[in-house]
């Protein structure tokens, strides 16, 4: 798809790495310049460099990395036009769609292109992916990046509204994607451009779940099979290393975190029994007397550490005894990355053909 060589070349499309969140794709053009916020740079100087080179700025700013794009990256840095599809929901649809090496796709929404890249990837030169945009602009402009980045052999774009002109091909593809307003308009001409012979599927990118139900219906209604429909999100992991503890250590400090918890409690407790004096003329003896059993209750179920007894804990270990090895932990971020769309997908699986009786 783009340049394999070592070296950057004239006229090669670079991915410039700046920080995590400033990511953009550069033509190198020989004469013209990049600047940003870590300095300035000549694209003349970026010819003839390894590819994943970190150079400095002219004017002694900062530094970039000149990366070979890969579809990963073009997702990061490419042009916006519209909504587009992240790493997680690309590899998802991939893999249930079962997209590899020579597979035939279609896809209804190019959009930005990012799906477009990591498909023509998969499906490589002996495969084809149609792909479709309603909106003409966004059309033209995504024809001209899949030349400039080698895929004109892969993809054939068309523009054209599939929801009511359907597809330029039936009987020919392993799997269909939709990401479109109203896929259930879709999913009569997807039927007609599957193949016939083999078990083939479809999947449908909906970020609303009436869409996704209108679309369930109509699936249904076309003999698809297997239809369920699935929401990828990022849990991330922080990862960092530290030096273990000695058991004393460990058991110190789980005495001091449970000696808190139950100062909390008896705190409770006591606010507890103070409301209880203050309300004694305005509730019956029954209430009270539940509120004290349940109280008590509470309290004997609340084992802590402390009753653990002192002879599990060696006092003749030492921190000096420990191994300076550290041991890699990780911590489960509390929070869930938002949502993008529901991917509803579903099987088409061929019909038997009927037995004629002589």
């Known amino acids: 798809m783009w340049s394999i060589a070592r070296n950057v070349a004239a006229g090669d499309l670079v991915i410039i790495w700046q920080t995590r969140e400033l990511i953009q794709p550069l033509l190198i053009t020989p004469g013209k310049d990049l600047n940003s ?156 451009a599957l ?56 058991v110190e400090k789980l005495k001091k975190l449970e000696q808190k918890r139950e100062d909390k409690r008896q705190h409770q407790i006591a606010r507890s029994s103070k409301r209880k004096r203050d309300d004694l003329l305005e509730t019956d003896a029954d209430n009270l007397e539940a509120k004290r059993l349940r109280t008590q209750e509470s309290a004997e179920e609340d084992v802590g550490i402390r009753d653990i007894p002192d002879a599990v804990v060696d006092p003749g270990q030492s921190t000096n005894q420990l191994s300076p090895i550290k041991i890699s932990v990780s911590k489960v971020s509390p929070d869930v990355r938002g949502h993008t769309s529901y991917l509803t997908f579903a099987r088409l699986v061929p019909t038997a053909p009927s037995k004629i009786r002589e």
């Not at 998802?92 to 796709?105: P, Y």
């Not at 774009?157 to 330029?168: E, I, M, P, Q, S």
């Not at 679309?215 to 990022?234: H, K």
């Open 195 to 250: 193949k016939k012979t083999s078990p083939t599927r479809i999947c449908c990118f909906s970020p609303c779940m009436e869409q996704v139900l209108r679309t369930v219906s109509a699936l249904n209604d076309f003999g698809f099979t297997d239809i369920t429909m699935f929401e990828t999100l990022l849990r991330p992991h922080e990862v960092h290393q530290q030096s273990p503890q000695s058991l004393t250590q460990a």
């Open 37 to 192: 916020r870590f300095g300035y740079y000549r694209h003349a100087d970026l010819v003839g460099i390894p590819y994943g080179s970190k150079v400095g700025s002219r004017n002694g700013k900062g530094f970039i990395h000149v990366l070979r794009p890969t579809p990963e990256l073009w997702t990061m840095a490419l042009p916006h036009r519209t909504q587009i599809l992240y790493l997680a929901d690309i590899a998802f649809i991939t893999s249930w769609l079962d997209i590899k090496r020579g597979s035939s796709v279609i896809e209804a929404g190019t959009g930005s292109g990012s799906f477009s890249h990591s498909v023509a990837r998969t499906i490589g030169s002996v495969g084809h992916l149609w792909s479709y945009e309603f909106h003409e602009a966004r059309a033209n402009k995504a024809r001209e990046e899949f030349s400039l980045h080698g895929m004109a052999d892969i993809v054939t774009l068309t523009h054209r509204n599939v929801c009511k002109d359907g597809f330029t091909v039936e009987d020919t593809v392993d799997a269909v994607f939709l990401d479109l307003p109203a896929p259930w308009d879709a999913i009569e001409h997807a039927k007609k």
